[in-house]
């Protein structure tokens, strides 16, 4: 049954990860996304999961790999430098096609960093941070709430084009407490069977084999078209994105996660002050919406766009491929943990603009 709570996002998404169908969660420690393996720890075991605390990330993202394999529902989560261990594993899981769930709440780097929120781990997300050609579905959501519906329907996501869903939120997403509708409990036994899954069925010539090893070039370049067709199919049908006051907008602020929130609340702003502003923000961060920001760049009434992030510049130049110099792009961004406020998009984009005038 759904019900309302109070909860804070790490254990929202876990909470939201079980009701999804998650009986398998394997990681190792790191801040901020500490609370997310505690509440596995003692949550799982309610419904007949089971939670490893691995030796290291890489064990721990070698253990999804084998749940997956398997046919399990399985998940790990960690944070920038963790994700960033788990790398080879994640390209071993896209190669050999096996679904599961990875969050990512983003700390701030390069290095050890620190623990306050960025946005740095665009690039490795969304571009594919381990070896080879592969692609995940990437998440960004903006609240609590929606890390909750997104992570409900990971899974079933995840087993549909038979590759990893990343989460990619941050500290603040993770550590914040909003009230949250928590939905129904899916049960395992309704989830349909997986015919690939090496659970014992199958022998001789219907054996059932799990690998990401091509040796013959022809082969892999089999492998390779089979995979982009699916990335094709994705591309196709699960692109999400808010438009938020976009129908007039002369300058569209936009953004993705929690800087989104804050991107909006820059907006009203802006408006209030006699600036025709709009927020474009893609939910999906891989495939990314480029037809929707692509149609803003033709749309005759907005004269500029501001990209702004908590990293050097990573989204601004997806922003920037898909605008293709048809209308300006500026950038604002905060680094090193640093985030900015609804008044320092203001700042900036009123500057901008009387710049650009003078």
Request: glycine share 10%; aromatic share 8%; hydrophobic share 40%.
């Given at each position: 049954?759904?019900?309302?709570?109070?909860?804070?996002?790490?254990?929202?998404?876990?909470?939201?990860?079980?009701?999804?169908?998650?009986?398998?969660?394997?990681?190792?420690?790191?801040?901020?996304?500490n609370?997310?393996?505690?509440?596995?720890?003692?949550?799982?075991?309610?419904?007949?999961?089971?939670?490893i605390q691995?030796?290291?990330?890489?064990?721990a993202?070698n253990?999804?790999?084998?749940?997956?394999?398997?046919g399990?529902?399985?998940?790990t989560?960690s944070?920038?430098?963790?994700?960033?261990?788990?790398?080879e594993?994640?390209?071993?899981?896209?190669?050999?096609?096996?679904?599961?769930?990875?969050?990512?709440m983003v700390?701030?780097?390069p290095?050890?960093?620190?623990?306050?929120?960025?946005?740095?781990d665009y690039?490795?997300?969304?571009?594919?941070?381990?070896?080879?050609?592969y692609?995940?579905?990437?998440?960004?959501?903006?609240?609590?709430?929606?890390?909750?519906?997104?992570v409900?329907?990971?899974?079933?996501?995840?087993?549909?084009?038979?590759?990893?869903?990343?989460?990619?939120?941050?500290?603040?997403?993770?550590?914040?407490?909003?009230?949250?509708?928590?939905?129904e409990?899916?049960?395992?036994?309704?989830?349909?069977?997986?015919?690939w899954?090496?659970?014992?069925?199958?022998?001789?010539?219907?054996?059932?084999?799990?690998?990401?090893?091509?040796?013959?070039?022809?082969?892999?370049?089999?492998?390779?078209l089979?995979?982009?067709k699916?990335?094709?199919?994705?591309?196709?049908?699960?692109?999400?994105?808010?438009?938020?006051l976009?129908?007039?907008?002369?300058?569209?602020?936009?953004?993705y996660?929690?800087?989104?929130?804050?991107?909006?609340?820059?907006?009203?702003?802006?408006?209030?002050?006699?600036v025709?502003?709009?927020l474009?923000?893609?939910i999906?961060?891989?495939?990314?919406?480029?037809?929707?920001?692509?149609?803003?760049?033709?749309?005759?009434?907005?004269?500029?766009?501001?990209?702004v992030?908590?990293?050097m510049?990573?989204?601004?130049?997806?922003?920037?491929?898909?605008?293709?110099?048809?209308?300006?792009?500026?950038f604002?961004?905060?680094?090193?943990?640093?985030?900015?406020?609804?008044?320092?998009?203001v700042?900036?984009?009123?500057?901008?603009?009387?710049?650009?005038?003078?």
């Open positions: 049954m759904a019900e309302r709570k109070l909860m804070k996002g790490n254990e929202a998404i876990a909470e939201a990860a079980v009701r999804g169908g998650c009986r398998f969660y394997a990681g190792y420690p790191i801040t901020p996304q609370e997310i393996p505690e509440y596995m720890s003692w949550r799982l075991p309610q419904v007949g999961g089971h939670f691995a030796e290291s990330e890489i064990a993202i253990m999804v790999y084998g749940s997956a394999g398997a399990g529902r399985a998940m989560s944070s920038s430098p963790g994700v960033s261990l788990k790398q594993g994640i390209s071993y899981i896209c190669g050999a096609e096996l679904p599961c769930v990875i969050i990512n700390r701030s780097g290095g050890l960093g620190g623990i306050q929120p960025a946005q740095g690039f490795q997300a969304v571009k594919g941070g381990g070896h080879g050609d692609k995940m579905l990437v998440y960004g959501p903006c609240s609590v709430q929606e890390c909750v519906n997104l409900y329907d990971a899974f079933d996501k995840a087993e549909k084009y038979r590759l990893p869903v990343m989460i990619l939120g941050d500290g603040m997403l993770g550590q914040i407490m909003e009230a949250v509708t928590l939905p409990m899916k049960d395992p036994a309704t989830f349909p069977k997986k015919p899954a090496t659970t014992g069925e199958g022998f001789g010539a219907s054996r059932r084999i799990v690998n990401s090893l091509y040796i013959v070039p022809d082969e892999l370049e089999e492998m390779n089979k995979l982009q699916v990335y094709d199919d994705m591309c196709a049908n699960e692109t999400m994105f808010e438009s938020y976009t129908e007039d907008a002369e300058v569209v602020v936009t953004a996660g929690t800087v989104a929130r804050i991107a909006k609340s820059a907006v009203d702003l802006l408006r209030a002050g006699g025709k502003a709009g474009f923000r893609p999906t961060l891989y495939p990314f919406p480029k037809d929707a920001l692509s149609a803003l760049a033709d749309q005759a009434s907005v004269k500029e766009f501001v990209a992030e908590l990293s510049g990573q989204y601004v130049e997806d922003v920037r491929l898909v605008v293709e110099g048809r209308k300006p792009v500026s604002f961004k905060r680094t090193g943990g640093n985030v900015m406020s609804p008044e320092d998009i700042d900036f984009v009123c500057n901008d603009l009387a710049r650009k005038e003078a």
